[in-house]
């Protein structure tokens, strides 16, 4: 009796230690699979109502300090488009188009950099 208590137990401890491998696993992959977009406010201000617009998304950064860095995560099933992006810097409005986005682009990372002078865009894939 005592020998199929231990032998339940340590089948139970079993199965909840594989489904918490498995949950990790599924959020380290859902992490590293869903493309997301990077804000890097390199200027000497203050960046205030950041948004991004993708083809069927908005993304909404607020209050981005000098030196700060904001990420946003979005679906990859997005119609073809671009990334368009809308901030103030000192108080004034800045707007640019930059990089293209296109329907499953599993993995991938949109890099916006801001300093004193412009505003640039890196695209990455990630598989």
């Known amino acids: 009796m005592a020998q199929n ?30 493309p997301s977009v990077m804000v890097y406010n390199q200027s000497q201000w203050p960046l205030s109502h950041i948004r991004v617009e ?31 992006i ?3 810097r ?8 930059c990089g293209y986005i296109t329907s499953g682009e599993w993995g991938k990372r949109v890099h916006i950099v801001v300093n004193d002078t412009r505003v640039s865009c890196r695209e990455q894939l990630h598989y």
Request: hydrophobic fraction near 50%; charged fraction near 15%.
């Open 54 to 84: 993708l083809p069927a998304k908005t993304l909404h950064f607020e209050n981005l300090a000098p030196g700060e860095e904001a990420r946003a995560f979005y679906d990859a099933n997005q119609p073809k488009g671009s990334y368009r």
């Open 5 to 34: 208590i231990k032998r339940w137990a340590l089948i139970a401890a079993l199965a909840l230690g594989l489904i918490a491998c498995a949950c990790a696993l599924a959020f380290i992959l859902l992490c590293g699979l869903t």
């Open 90 to 97: 000192n108080n004034l409005p800045l707007a640019t188009d």
């Open 86 to 88: 809308k901030l103030h």
